[in-house]
Structures are given as structure tokens and as C-alpha cells.
């Protein structure tokens, strides 16, 4: 089961029409340009008001020196970072896919391993079969960031053999395209589940984070 999240800034006045107010049809038209116009900005502002909230919550863990506060920290940083990536079948974020797992550390090692409070476990994520995106032979994906914007680093993986002792030679580096594509051309016969992942530090991030997503092709 893929978890969802709720789109807060679809619907709206989307599905008014103009002819059924005939004598109000040009306030009406300006009124709805506005709206979606202030929906927009709305929608960015909350973006950069995450990215906001996600670098202080860093900035707290990086200085917190009591445990049970700290673990409290943790746990928000990465319910922020869920909320500032995912991937879409659609351009415009609908049916989003958030990371079957995240992972938050100081460093990148052996090329893609984020070890932080927890281990890195990417390797035994295909272990819960349930949790993953089904492509049904969509050849591609979609990068969603909060703000629309991507961040100053960015890489994705795509792990196609055994996951165990997975290391960076084994993982296939995807380039994502200027319009937030994932090209991930997986062939439907291949009834194996693999690993896609991505790494991520934004310019004012402290810390890596690593989203892992189990893809199927079927």
C-alpha cells in the first residue's frame, strides 16, 4: 500500500463556469484568474515556509543536547523531509508516491549509504513488498519539491540486481531532465521489484538526506 498525501491546492474554483452567471461572466473570469494566481503563490509560499521549517529543525538537532528532545527533533525532521519530495505519475503532483523510507545523516559513505540516528537499510527495502510504486508500464516519473524548485544537490539511483551488498558501482546514476523527470524505461518482463533512491542537501541543509522508493514494472 503507497501511502498519499492530500493535495491542499487542487479543486477550488476550478470547476465554475462562466455561463451559468451570463450578467458576472467578467468579474467572474478576473476573479478566477486572481484566485488561481493567489493559489499559486500560496502553494510556493508553503513550500518555502517547509524548507524554512526544515533548516531550523536541523540547526535545533545540530545543537540539542537532551535526549528525549533530540529524539522528538529527529522524528520532525524527517516528517519535514517526507513533505518536501516526492514522485507522481503526473506533472502536477496528483497520486503522489512519498519515500517508502528516509534516511537523514551527516555524511554520504561508500558513495550511497546516509547512516544517521538509524542505520541505513536501503538494501533490505524490498523486504515489505507492499510499500512501492507500480508502473504498469509508465516508462517515466515525476520529481515533485515543495518550493517547485530543485535542490543545489541532487542525484538519483536506480538499483536493478540484488539489493544485498548494493554499493554505488552496482547502482545505475539517473540524470533527472530540466522538467523533473525520472527516466526509468523498465522492461514490464522483469517481474523483480527494484530500488530507486535519491540523495539530497539543499544549500542551507546541514545534513544528507536519502528518500528510497521499491519500484515495480508491473
Not at 76 to 96: C, N, Q, R, V, Y
Amino acid at each position: 500500500m503507497v501511502r498519499n498525501i492530500e493535495n491542499k491546492f487542487s479543486g477550488g474554483l476550478a470547476g465554475m463556469r462562466k455561463h451559468e452567471f451570463p450578467e458576472f461572466g467578467f468579474a467572474i473570469t478576473l476573479f478566477f484568474v486572481f484566485s488561481l494566481t493567489l493559489t499559486d503563490g500560496l502553494a510556493h509560499e508553503t513550500g518555502d515556509n517547509l524548507l524554512q521549517s526544515f533548516v531550523e529543525t536541523q540547526k535545533k538537532v545540530k545543537t540539542c543536547e537532551d535526549y528525549d528532545i533530540l529524539n522528538e527533533l529527529r522524528d520532525k525532521m524527517e516528517i519535514e523531509a517526507d513533505k518536501l519530495l516526492f514522485l507522481s505519475f503526473m506533472s502536477d503532483g496528483k497520486k503522489p508516491f512519498p519515500a517508502t523510507s528516509i534516511y537523514i545523516g551527516d555524511v554520504i559513505e561508500e558513495g550511497i549509504l546516509c547512516h544517521g540516528p538509524s542505520a541505513d537499510d536501503t538494501a533490505h527495502t524490498t523486504e515489505f513488498p507492499n510499500l512501492k510504486v507500480c508502473l504498469a508500464g509508465e516508462k517515466e516519473l515525476y520529481v515533485n519539491f515543495a518550493d517547485g524548485k530543485k535542490p543545489e544537490y541532487v542525484q538519483f539511483f536506480l538499483n536493478v540486481g540484488p539489493t544485498h551488498g548494493m554499493t554505488e558501482k552496482t547502482a545505475k546514476k539517473i540524470e533527472m531532465t530540466e522538467d523533473h523527470k525520472i527516466p526509468l524505461n523498465l522492461d514490464r518482463k522483469n517481474t523483480e521489484d527494484v530500488i530507486l533512491f535519491a540523495l539530497v542537501k539543499d544549500k542551507n541543509d546541514l545534513f544528507f538526506r536519502k528518500y528510497v522508493w521499491v519500484i515495480s514494472a508491473i
